[in-house]
């Protein structure tokens, strides 16, 4: 018996390669699916089923390509309807991969078709469950992204808090869990930064099964979620229809182009410019209108939060040899329309003479002191709960995820100095400012933590005259 957790950490996206006697099973495969033919076929064994724990929403599955190039049969839990031929398996229905059993079990609550496999080792012993988005380490999915009609978030709490306890609480102790998340991930709101456990101890530690009753259950889970990323809604639409091979993607995207040629295509398309470099390279020079979300740190979530159209046309700006790997980023989140990238990077911009753009970055000090000397607006744009945690009193909460809703208080006549947690989220809301006009930002390096370590990090040190209007 061989089971793989194969982890993605900028989706917090776990996939899982099962293997027994010749035969193969993959669980929430992701949208580039080469990884798991290959290891299929490293080991001589057939890819048999595709099983899915339900429609995702943060992320675009490959499970019809998966399907189309292995032959594998995909399967849903009960309820689900898909555009594409698939096996809706009943509750408790029971698939031999090899020598191992796996039994769908219907948990709905997260969605209404979630399904969590039970798999029984060759010994006929219970050994996992792939929980899905049911159950996470320290946490359970989100109640609020299937609601339909009169079902409310709370009556997809309820069904959750039944389909815990009569489904999943029952199996032994030493049952080991493997979600299909982990910490980082917006399916849930208080994720562990493991990836597995065994069920008995997420009975001990996790606040979801302690709860003592349906009532506590449904208050402690719907408490305190955030709305969902605008492309959650589209991306589940795509899983339950399917998507074209990532092959055709990238052919369209890797396209190089020249500086001239680049900048003809941006000014024809109106293709988003997304420069995917380091922050604080980004800040010392950038395409003037780029906009800069990391390849280093949750680029794909981010870009799906902030970029509305799942259709917009997308140019890049990357460090050489990442062109590949940020088509593929983009692809896992629906984003399957990048046109070309610029050839030899930043530096072919320069050495071609083209205008560039900067964003002024000052050190925490210097904020110190800017801050002491005159009124100034300061814009943290964590998320609500960072900044309720803790914050500086004249500080204004300007959540990056929603900046399209508040971009509208923004005087573009104004200086504004923003910080995050460390730095690579300010510098996204730095580029979006100045590429909608914004022309005076500055961006303070190492964010909230290089704050802390100045005079300033007193919540209670500044004058709260200065919590102004933007």
């Not at 408790?92 to 191992?100: R, S, T």
């Not at 399916?187 to 709860?211: I, P, R, W």
């Not at 941006?266 to 209108?289: E, H, S, Y």
Request: hydrophobic share 35%; with cysteine; proline share 4%.
């Amino acid at each position: 018996m061989k089971i793989e957790q194969i982890y993605t950490g900028c989706l917090a996206e776990a996939a899982y390669y099962i293997e027994s006697n010749g035969e193969a099973a993959i669980i929430d495969p992701l949208r580039e699916v080469g990884t798991y033919l290959k290891k299929a076929e490293k080991a001589g064994a057939t890819i048999k089923y595709i099983f899915e724990t339900h429609f995702h929403a943060d992320f675009v599955s490959g499970h019809v390509d998966l399907a189309d190039k292995s032959g594998a049969k995909i399967i849903y839990g009960p309820t689900a309807k898909t555009e594409f031929e698939s096996h809706i398996a009943k509750d408790g229905e029971k698939f031999q991969i090899g020598d191992l059993t796996i039994t769908a079990l219907h948990t709905p609550g997260h969605t209404l078709e979630s399904t969590t496999y039970l798999l029984t080792d060759e010994k006929g012993k219970d050994h996992c469950i792939f929980s899905g988005d049911t159950l996470f380490i320290g946490d359970v999915g989100r109640p609020d992204l299937a609601q339909k009609g009169n079902l409310t978030m709370e009556d997809l709490a309820g069904m959750l808090y039944d389909s815990l306890n009569e489904k999943i609480k029952p199996l032994a102790d030493d049952v080991i869990v493997y979600p299909a998340h982990g910490a980082g991930s917006a399916c849930g709101k208080s994720m562990s930064k493991e990836t597995f456990d065994t069920l008995g101890h997420q009975k001990e530690v996790n606040y979801a099964l302690k709860a003592q009753n349906k009532e506590q259950f449904i208050s402690e889970v719907t408490d305190g979620i955030m709305p969902p990323p605008q492309y959650f809604a589209k991306n589940a639409a795509i899983n339950k229809g399917g998507v074209e091979s990532i092959d055709g993607i990238y052919e369209k995207g890797l396209n190089a182009l020249t500086p001239q040629a680049f900048e003809d295509t941006a000014n024809q398309t109106g293709a988003i410019m997304l420069d995917t470099r380091n922050p604080q390279v980004f800040a010392k020079g950038f395409i003037p209108n780029a906009i800069n979300i990391g390849l280093n740190g949750q680029f794909a979530p981010w870009v799906g939060a902030l970029i509305t159209d799942l259709n917009q046309p997308i140019l890049l700006i990357t460090d050489e040899g990442k062109e590949e790997e940020t088509i593929t980023r983009l692809t896992r989140v629906g984003y399957d329309s990048t046109i070309g990238y610029l050839d030899g990077g930043f530096e072919r911009w320069t050495d071609a003479g083209k205008e560039i753009d900067t964003i002024e970055t000052i050190s925490a000090e210097i904020f110190e002191e800017a801050v002491t000397e005159q009124e100034i607006i300061a814009l943290d744009v964590r998320k609500p709960g960072e900044y309720e945690s803790e914050h500086l009193e004249f500080t204004l909460s300007r959540p990056l995820d929603f900046i399209n809703d508040w971009m509208g208080e923004i005087d573009p006549n104004k200086t504004y100095y923003i910080h995050c947690a460390g730095g690579y989220r300010s510098m996204i809301a730095a580029s979006i400012l100045k590429s909608r006009g914004v022309e005076h930002v500055i961006d303070i390096a190492g964010g909230y933590g290089a704050i802390k370590n100045t005079n300033l990090k007193r919540t209670d040190f500044a004058c709260p005259s200065k919590a102004m209007k933007v």
